[in-house]
């Protein structure tokens, strides 16, 4: 089925625009989108309602997402080439974010407990961004250049 979806995550707005292709599993939703060559996903999920997006367009990027728990989101995006994006959420009502536009970009998320929020969006070339939560209620938000 392709659908047209916008996200909107946390504080910061990530909003895309794009024809998917989910896959239903206890609620939870994976859509998955790649134009280039030598891109790659992997992931998981386990619990339900949980929410994975990934977008790729350039070529190399590389997106490694798990979840566990419920109604957690993760949404990532990409664009240039040789990005790479980890998620690991773990517990309920968690939301990431990512973006990345240019090259070289590498993010890694860690989630553990509820209702956090990360955000992130890098933009030029070869920016790294790390960010772990751990309890409730954490925000993280990181914008470079």
Known sequence: MTMRKSFTVGLVALTFSLATSQAFAGGSTVSIEQYGYGNGVGGGQH???????????????????NQYGRNNRAVVGQNGNHNSADTYQNGNRNIVGVAQFGSGHTVVTTQDGSGNAVG??????????????????????????
């Open 47 to 65: 619990g339900s309602h949980n929410r994975m997006t990934v977008y790729q367009n350039g070529r190399g990027n590389a997106v490694m997402t």
């Open 120 to 145: 992130v969006i890098q933009a030029g070339r070869n920016n790294h961004a790390t960010s772990t939560q751990v309890g409730a209620g954490n925000v993280s938000v990181i914008v470079q250049d």
